[in-house]
């Protein structure tokens, strides 16, 4: 739909077009549902994957999982189909941004097998945080105290990993691991802590980024919860209407083009003539595009075999209205 309408993701900055793919729990508490069970939020409901492409956060892909699935199930076919998918929709490089949940060997393959680029925040599991941090104190070049009793250690190391590729044939490669290791000798509040308390915030990634552009567009990676706040919220999807799976997993999938399409028009409000505005916007919320746009006030009338709709002319968005009107004209699903 996208690309049969001209839609192409924006790209960052430095070039790359950005992928955030993440699971978003739907909470569908006290019902008997299929598929319903126990997330890892502590609900009980579904644990769906989602990817959003471009900068606008347009809606790649998604599936539809049960609660109880961990995350990193089921997601290499994910991300080989989602990969398909934004290639069709663009030729730039892709960075794809995934959460520790996803810290593993087979997607990194999968990710250097097929030409992408990424940032992956890494699950340290039972590496030891005094190991970091001793090995930031001896490396980094990059240090601050933002205050007093508060040191930031900004730097990379390297790590070969071990993974499968698509042939079957087992491949080695020496990968990138960006650090932000945070040592705190005294709280917020002035306090001494007794013990240091040491925070390890470490990426996996093939960029050339520097280390502080690794961490800050891995934060970028954050947005994409106001897409799955969009979703669940203001098109009021969490709570899925049917108690079979494939029926939640279909109405899901027309999900898709509902997003889509409301995301679209929210882009075609910006740049232009529109009403005021406190501050300057780069992608509008569902919510406003279906409030003031959609559920618009009119008056239709039928004449001469034809069917008009009257705005009031003191409704600020009527200029909006048309314009994004005629410039879908001709949409094509």
């Known amino acids: 739909m996208l690309k049969s309408n001209g839609i192409v993701p924006s790209k960052l900055p430095c070039g ?60 290499p076919r994910f991300l080989d189909e989602t990969i398909n998918i934004c290639r069709q929709l663009t030729d730039e490089p892709l960075l794809f941004r995934l959460d520790s949940g996803n810290d593993s060997a087979e997607n990194i393959g999968i990710l250097l097998e097929r030409g992408c680029y990424f940032i992956i925040k890494r699950n340290l599991r039972k590496e030891s945080k005094e190991d970091w941090l001793q090995m930031a104190k001896d490396n980094s070049k990059d240090i601050t105290h933002p205050r007093d009793g508060k040191a930031v250690y900004i730097g990379s190391d390297w790590k070969e990993i071990i993974y499968q590729a698509g042939d079957g044939t087992t491949k080695h490669a020496v990968i990138r691991m960006g650090y932000e290791i945070i ?117 239709v009338t039928e004449h001469a075999r034809k069917l008009i709709i009257g705005l009031g002319k003191s409704n600020v968005w009527r200029d909006v209205f048309q314009r994004v009107y005629y410039a879908f004209e001709y949409f094509a699903l």
């Open 16 to 75: 790359y077009v950005p992928v955030d793919m993440d699971v978003s729990p739907f909470d569908n508490s006290n019902t008997s549902k299929e598929g319903v069970s126990r997330t890892y939020k502590g609900c009980d409901g579904y644990a769906p994957m989602f990817a959003y492409i471009g900068s606008e956060g347009y809606l790649a892909n998604l599936e539809l999982r049960e609660g109880k699935q961990h995350c990193q199930k089921g997601t």
């Open 183 to 299: 040592e705190r000798t005294i709280d917020k509040k002035g306090q001494f802590l007794l013990v240091p308390d040491i925070e390890t915030n470490v990426w996996w990634t093939n960029t050339g980024f520097t280390d502080r552009e690794v961490i800050g567009h891995y934060h970028a990676h954050g947005e994409s919860e106001q897409f799955h706040s969009e979703l669940k919220t203001d098109m009021d999807l969490e709570r899925l209407p049917s108690g079979k799976f494939e029926t939640n997993e279909l109405v899901l999938e027309l999900a898709i083009l509902s997003y889509n399409i409301l995301r679209m028009i929210g882009q075609e409000t910006l740049g232009k003539r529109n009403p005021r505005q406190k501050r300057a916007v780069k992608r509008r919320r569902h919510r406003t595009v279906i409030n003031n746009l959609v559920n618009i006030a009119c008056h």
